[in-house]
Each structure stands twice: as structure tokens, then as C-alpha cells.
């Protein structure tokens, strides 16, 4: 699975940086008081900045490191270890957050 | 062949073209007399605390030196030896000779890996001046913040030689990926190579896991974070689930390669391929990935919640079932194969044997309700030392004596091996099936003094102890025998259809003399 | 696009286990890749323990939070993303055969790590001035949370990784460009700017996520 030595366009990575710099833009605005006000949840709020994160992480990887242009392993592999990562958090939060609180009795 | 005359061995001479080797065989031997001398050491730990045990009440040491000895005994054992000692001293002089290749994609790292092993065991050796470590090669919290000691020592010692493990990881995965040779497909590959690769998944994905842990823990004890300091808030079985999200993954670090070298061993001295070679490959990497998902059986008792509990314990029973395929489709390539019962294969047959009663006992501690009774003693001491010296060492053994002809171009002494396997095998069980004993009946590990009922099989696990350290002791005696004085091996002394026996033994600096060109599977004996 | 045989047109001689440069260029990616797992995995620790105990102490981490700057965190992020940008450039140039805009933008990559370092500095100088340190040397006295403590581990521990990270890419920078000022690449061989360039990137990723739940939150 040879994919020689790509060379990423230069418009490419020009409407990439663009891209990530106005989703910066819009990180911080969606964080805003009046914004999270609005929304009314934390968590909410919470999940809004990881899915925009996730989406410049996404340009980054796609563009940036290539992985658009890449053998497709690549991505399998990066995809695996935040996969694991959610694993790690899945699991112990399962415990955690099921665990019933028990009254001291000393 | 001229085979003797120009090979990896007299390819350069002089300390420094070790030290510097970027041959993979090499690297493998250089690995090999490391780990062995690494489990001399955590064997000779163990001898201690097998000899404190004896009787109730101060033998040799008391407490304080016998909580040191037992975690230098498990960390040694477990970081030093038997997480290194398949993958890179086996692994590293085989896994390109199994597939064709000349060396592996990354010799330069393969180097620095068993730097950050040295580096990282003598990071963990400097610790004994501040009385090591006393806190068992877990390093529960908070117990592992407060105590005074080379607690932190050891921990970064043990960060250090998870980097040897990642580098080994990376390019395992890379070189079965990218190197193999013309008509290699991945089933033709032989299963150690299997073995080795699914092994190579779990360093990458599982050791840095066990990276940020190490670090938090040392970060804890220096700085005083406190992530799992229950007086800041912290939770010490979040530590647990750190600690075992990586170490549970270990354990099938440790048996897969294992496991490997077994489908070679049974292979060869049947003299009949494997059966069900793509049930065998498949469930190596089924085994890797379950394993990902039951390391809270190790916390049963500890707080985690039920609900928890009962979901690890049922992905627990899961893994008992590509486990359970392999051992079937070993029985069955025995069934009608022409067995030689040479030292290799009495170590496979022995290791069918014993990892079989460690892994039914496994199954055992998986189901709650048992484990309430047996976490935290003898059972479980029992248990794994079944699958890790049962299983592990006993492959490790085996794989010695198949590839000692491969890797030195000389044959040991077979009557000597056998002795040893048989100290050993015997020794083996009369240490530890009593244990399984004393874990029933209530005797709880990692203390130096116990109940006087629990006397009589501590002195028969003892007994054992002696035999077992007998047993390697002669083939300690074995290898260096063979190294010094043995008789020339021939290119394939087994008569084995991998390509390792194809080129000269020992193999010349570029493996192969032309490159391999495969069109058959690798155990095409009738 | 063309695969050579033992030497490339700039002079490098792949090793002799793989069949070309080509073949060497695409296993060493691939391992680079497979190193970034073990990264994204390490860090990946870090932000599981931070999620499981902001949702434990909610109140706590929006206190935590507040003592943090948006303003330098999102220069900070645009910086990052700016390196991120020049350092693909600069292998594009290398792919082109220019080597001077390949070694400028390499510069331009060393010269924005710089910089968020240098504004790193000022929010620790800031912190440490207020008495908010990693563990036991946290001296802050008008928390209102009692393990207030407990944020600001997470705070240096994460942002102290990540930026040991950066360090250890500003030296790994200033090696290739060494190399690419030296005329060492070209379009035939590029790999250390290759792999290089990829665990920039990571660094930059990590900040990504880094940015928003540490200063947004």
C-alpha cells in the first residue's frame, strides 16, 4: 500500500489554517458568560467545546499530518488510541459514578 | 553451508560492537544475558522469602525487609524478566528470521530499548539504598505516597524500562507490517510471529498507560498532588484503575509470546502442522483486545462499585474462550503427529499442563463471589505464578533450548535439560499446589508470619522453592556447557519448517544469504 | 515521484533491510504513528482523570478556571496553530526541493514554540505569585473551594506535560533544521522532517483540547 510522497497543496493547508483560526474564534465565543447563560447546562457547554475541538483536531490530523492522503492504517491507529483513552474513562466511570454511598459509622 | 566460518557472531569482535550493534540477534542475546541475570536476582529474592516462610514467625527477616524483598521480587520479575524476556530477547533474534527479513524496521531503537532497560533497572537498583521499596510491585495508593523509603526510586526505575517495552512495541508492529518477504502473506506468518505481533499492540496501546501512572504516583510523592490522596479529594482506586487498565494488558504481554513459542514447539516435535492455524492467530488477537476490558477483576474488594464488578467479571469469563481454542488445537496437533519428547517439547507439554490449571484457577477469581473469599491470599499467589512461571518461563525454557543451536551454532546437553525440566517441573508444583491450599484455608499473602496451621504446607512450598532454584541451577550449567564445550549444530537440527532453519546456524549478519521467497505455510510437514 | 534504488538525488542511502527510500519513508511514518498512540494514550490518562473529578467537583474546577487567562490561552492556541501551519509548509518546501523557505518556515515553527513558552512562563509567574502551586506548596488562602488544591495539580501537571512536550519539540526542531539548512533534504528524502513535523502536530492537537477545558470551562 504505497502512497509515495504526497505533497499536501499549498491552498490546502492555507484554507486549513483559516479554518482552525475562525474555529478558535468560535471556541471562545460559544464559552462566553452570556453564551453559557443561554445554554443553561455546564455539561453542555462542556461537550459544545470538545465537539468543536474535535473538529480542528480533525483538520489538523486530515491536513496537516496527512492523514487524508495516507494509508488508512494511520488513521486506525490514531483512532484506536483515543478509543482506548474512552475505554479508560468509560469503565472507571461506570464504577464511580455507580457506587453507593455508604453512611460512616464511626 | 559454510557455517561456522562467517556469521552475527564473529561479524565484529570486541565489547564495543555489541554495544553499538544494530543487529537484531545481537540485541536479542544481549537482552538474554540481561534478563537472566535480572532473574537470578528476582529468583534469588524469592528464595529468601520462600525461606522466611518455613515457619511462622521471624525466620531470617522480619516484616519490614520481607515487605522490601516481595516487592523487589515482583517488580524484578515483572518488569525485568518476564515482560522483556519473550518479546525482546526471543522475539528480537526470531521475528525477522520468521518473516524473511533482514533485520527490524527500527535497529537503532531496538539499541536504545535495552538501554532504557539497564538505564531503567539500575534507576530501580539505586532505590535499595534508601531501603527500596516495601509497598508490593502494585504500588497501591495511599500507602505508596506516605511511605519513606526509594518508593519513588523504583516507580520512575519502572517508567524508564516502560519505554524499553513501547520501543520493542513500535517496532515489532512496524517491521510484521512493513518487512515481510516476497509471498509472506500475513497466514503464512508463523503463529510466534503472531504471538509476538498481538503482544506488540498491547506495549503500544496499554504501557503508556501505566507511563502517566508511574509519573502521577512519583509527582504524588514528591510534589504532593494529591489526585489520589483521599485527603484532597482523591480517590486511591481511581489508582487502581490506572494501575491495572496497564497491568491487566501485562499479563497478556507476558503469556501471548508464550504462547507463540508453544505453537512452534508442539508443531515441530509432532512433525505435523499446527491445527486450526487461523483459529490460533485470530485468538491471539482476541485475547489482546478482550484483554482491555476485565482489569477490574483485580479490584473486586477494593470499593469498586457492583455493578462495575459484575460487568469485568463477566468480560473475564470471556477471555477463558480464545484461550481455551489454542489449548484445544495444541491437544489436537499432538493427536496422531509423530511426538518427540525432546527438552523443548517436555517444556511445551509442561506448560500445557500447568497454564491450563492457572488459567481454569483464573476463571475461578473471576467469579465474585469466590474472590471475595480468595483476593488477597494464597489462591491468587498461586494462581498466577501457574500462568507466569507455568506458562511463561516453562515457554521461555522450551525456547531456549529449540533456538539455543539457532543462536549459537552449538547443541547443549539434552540428558542435563532434561534433568533440569524435570527439578523444575516437579519442583514447580510441590512449591505452589499447596498454595492453591493455603489460599482456601484463609492464609492471606504478602506477609512474612502466618497461623501455625498454615505450617506444614509452607514447609512442603518451601521444599519445593529448592527445587526449583536446583532445577535452574543445572540449566544454568546447561547453557553455559553448550556456549563453551558443546557439539556443532547443524542448520536444522529439529528438522523444523520455519524459516529460521532454512539459513546457517548461527544465521550470517544478513539472515539470509539471498532473500527468502515464500509460497507455502509455515508448517508444511506432510 | 520517483523511487530509487540504493542513493537518493540528495545523497541519502536508505538502510539495507529496506528494498528503497520509499519503502524506508513509509515504515518510518508508520512507526511515527505508532509512537503518537503511546502519546495520545499518556496525556489520554491525564484528561480522564481530569473529567472523572470535574464532574465529581464541578463548583471547584469553574473556581480553578477562573484564576486562568482566555486571552493568553487563545494566543497561545493560535500560536500553536500558526507552528502547526509553518512546519507542514516547511515539508511542503522540502518536498519542492526550496530550501530556503524550508528552512524559514522551520524558524517561523521555532520561533512560535518560543513564544508560547515565553507566555507559559508569564501565567505560571502569574499563579505561583497568588500562592496557586502543584501539591503541598499551594498557599492560596481565600479558596472557596477546600481541595481548590486539587485544579491546580491537574493545571501544572497537564500544561507541565504538554509543555515538556514543546520543549522536547523545539529541540527536535532545531536538529532538522540543522539538517535542512545543511541541504540534507530534498524531494527524495525528508523523513526526520517527516516524523518531526508529525509529533509537532500532536503537540498542537493536544493543546487543542487542552485550550477549551481548562480555560472555558
Not at chain 3, 77 to 106: F, G, P, R
Amino acid at each position: 500500500m504505497s502512497h509515495g510522497h504526497h505533497i499536501i497543496p499549498m491552498k490546502v493547508l492555507i484554507k486549513t489554517i483559516v479554518a482552525l483560526v475562525i474555529l478558535t474564534g468560535v471556541t471562545v465565543v460559544a464559552a462566553l458568560d452570556v453564551v453559557t447563560a443561554t445554554i443553561g447546562s455546564h455539561a453542555i457547554n462542556t461537550l459544545i467545546a470538545i465537539l468543536i475541538a474535535s473538529v480542528k483536531a480533525y483538520l489538523v490530523a486530515a491536513y496537516f499530518m496527512g492523514l487524508k492522503y495516507d494509508s488508512r492504517t494511520h488513521t486506525l491507529v490514531l483512532i484506536s488510541s483515543v478509543g482506548f483513552v474512552i475505554l479508560l474513562y468509560l469503565f472507571s466511570a461506570i464504577d464511580i459514578f455507580s457506587r453507593t454511598p455508604i453512611e460512616s459509622t464511626l | 553451508m559454510a557455517s561456522s566460518t562467517h556469521n552475527y557472531l564473529n561479524h565484529e569482535k570486541g565489547l564495543w560492537s555489541w554495544l553499538t550493534t544494530l543487529d537484531h540477534k545481537r540485541i536479542g542475546i544481549m537482552y538474554m544475558i540481561t534478563v537472566l541475570l535480572f532473574f537470578a536476582i528476582g529468583g534469588t529474592f524469592a528464595m529468601l522469602l520462600r525461606t522466611e516462610l518455613i515457619a511462622p514467625g521471624e525466620t531470617i527477616f522480619g516484616a519490614q525487609l520481607y515487605n522490601q524483598a516481595m516487592t523487589f521480587h515482583g517488580a524484578i520479575m515483572v518488569f525485568m524478566v518476564i515482560i522483556p524476556g519473550i518479546p525482546a530477547f526471543i522475539g528480537n533474534f526470531i521475528l525477522p528470521l520468521h518473516i524473511g527479513a533482514k533485520d527490524v524496521a527500527f535497529p537503532r531503537l531496538n539499541l536504545l530499548s535495552w538501554y532504557c532497560l539497564i538505564v531503567g533497572a539500575a534507576i530501580t537498583f539505586v532505590s535499595l539504598i534508601y531501603h527500596g521499596s516495601d509497598t508490593g510491585w502494585t504500588f497501591y495508593t495511599p500507602y505508596s505516597i506516605e511511605t519513606d523509603n526509594g518508593t519513588t526510586w523504583v516507580v520512575l526505575g519502572a517508567f524508564v524500562m516502560g519505554f524499553s517495552s513501547i520501543l520493542t512495541g513500535v517496532n515489532f508492529v512496524t517491521t510484521v507490517h512493513k518487512l515481510r518477504c516476497k509471498g509472506m502473506t500475513f497466514f503464512r506468518m508463523p503463529l510466534m510471529v503472531w504471538g509476538l505481533y498481538s503482544t506488540a499492540i498491547l506495549q503500544i496501546l496499554a504501557t503508556p498507560v501505566l507511563g502517566i501512572t508511574l509519573l502521577l504516583l512519583a509527582a504524588e510523592r514528591i510534589l504532593g498532588v494529591g489526585i489520589f490522596d483521599p485527603k484532597l479529594g482523591g480517590d486511591p482506586v481511581l489508582f487502581q484503575h490506572f494501575f491495572w487498565f496497564y497491568s491487566h494488558p501485562a499479563v497478556y504481554i507476558m503469556i501471548l509470546p508464550a504462547m507463540g513459542i508453544i505453537s512452534e514447539l508442539i508443531t515441530a516435535f509432532s512433525r505435523k502442522t499446527i491445527f486450526g492455524y487461523r483459529a490460533i492467530a485470530f485468538s491471539s488477537i482476541g485475547i489482546a483486545a478482550v484483554s482491555f476490558f476485565v482489569w477490574g477483576h483485580h479490584m473486586f474488594v477494593s470499593g469498586q462499585s457492583e455493578l462495575a464488578g459484575v460487568i469485568f467479571s463477566l468480560l473475564t469469563m470471556l477471555v477463558g474462550v480464545p484461550t481455551a481454542i489454542k489449548t484445544f488445537n495444541w491437544v489436537a496437533t499432538l493427536y496422531k503427529g509423530s511426538v518427540q519428547f525432546q527438552s523443548p517439547m517436555l517444556y511445551a507439554l509442561g506448560f500445557l499442563f500447568l497454564f491450563t490449571i492457572g488459567g481454569v484457577t483464573g476463571i475461578m477469581l473471576a467469579t465474585i463471589g469466590m474472590d471475595v473469599h480468595f483476593h488477597d491470599t494464597y489462591f491468587v499467589v498461586a494462581h498466577f505464578h501457574y500462568v507466569m512461571v507455568g506458562g511463561t518461563l516453562m515457554a521461555i525454557m522450551g525456547g531456549i533450548y529449540y533456538w539455543f543451536p539457532k543462536m549459537f551454532g552449538k547443541m547443549y546437553n539434552e540428558l542435563a535439560a532434561q534433568l533440569s525440566f524435570l527439578f523444575i517441573f516437579i519442583g514447580f508444583n510441590v512449591t505452589f499446589f499447596p498454595q492453591f491450599v493455603l489460599g482456601a484455608m484463609g492464609m492471606p499473602r504478602r506477609y512474612f508470619d502466618y497461623l501455625p496451621i498454615y505450617e506444614p504446607l509452607n514447609k512442603i512450598s518451601t521444599f519445593g522453592a529448592y527445587m526449583i532454584g536446583f532445577g535452574f541451577l543445572i540449566g544454568l550449567y546447561v547453557i553455559i556447557d553448550g556456549l563453551l564445550k558443546g557439539p556443532k549444530a547443524s542448520d536444522n537440527p529439529w528438522g523444523a519448517k520455519t524459516l529460521e532453519w532454512q539459513t546457517a546456524s548461527p544465521p550470517p549478519h544478513e539472515n539470509f544469504l539471498t532473500e527468502p521467497e515464500v509460497t507455502a505455510g509455515p508448517y508444511e510437514y506432510r | 515521484m520517483s523511487t530509487d534504488n540504493t542513493v537518493t538525488a540528495g545523497g541519502h542511502k536508505h538502510a539495507h533491510h529496506f528494498r528503497d527510500g520509499l519503502h524506508e519513508f513509509e515504515a518510518s511514518k508508520f512507526g511515527v504513528w505508532l509512537f503518537l498512540a503511546t502519546e495520545i494514550l499518556m496525556f489520554g490518562g491525564l484528561f480522564v482523570g481530569y473529567f472523572l473529578y470535574q464532574s465529581r467537583y464541578p463548583e471547584m474546577f469553574v473556581e480553578g478556571a477562573s484564576f486562568l487567562d482566555w486571552r493568553y490561552g487563545s494566543v497561545n492556541t493560535i500560536v500553536l496553530l500558526i507552528s502547526s501551519l509553518t512546519m507542514a509548509l516547511s515539508i511542503h518546501y522540502a518536498q519542492k526541493n526550496n530550501k530556503k523557505a524550508c528552512v524559514t518556515n522551520l524558524v517561523i515553527t521555532l520561533v512560535c514554540a518560543g513564544a508560547f513558552m515565553v507566555i507559559k512562563y508569564l501565567e505560571y509567574s502569574h499563579k505561583f505569585h497568588l500562592g496557586l502551586f502543584p501539591g503541598e506548596a499551594f498557599s492560596y488562602a481565600d479558596a472557596v473551594a477546600p481541595n481548590l488544591a486539587m485544579y491546580f495539580s491537574f493545571y501544572f501537571l497537564m500544561t507541565g506535560l504538554h509543555g515538556s512536550h514543546v520543549l522536547i519539540g523545539m529541540g527536535l526542531i532545531i536538529w532538522v533544521l540543522i539538517r535542512a539548512s545543511k541541504g540534507e533534504f530534498n524531494s527524495e528524502y525528508y523523513t526526520p522532517l517527516e516524523g518531526v513535523g508529525l509529533f509537532w502536530h500532536l503537540v498542537d492537537l493536544i493543546w487543542i483540547y487542552l485550550f477549551p477545558i481548562l480555560y472555558l470551562i
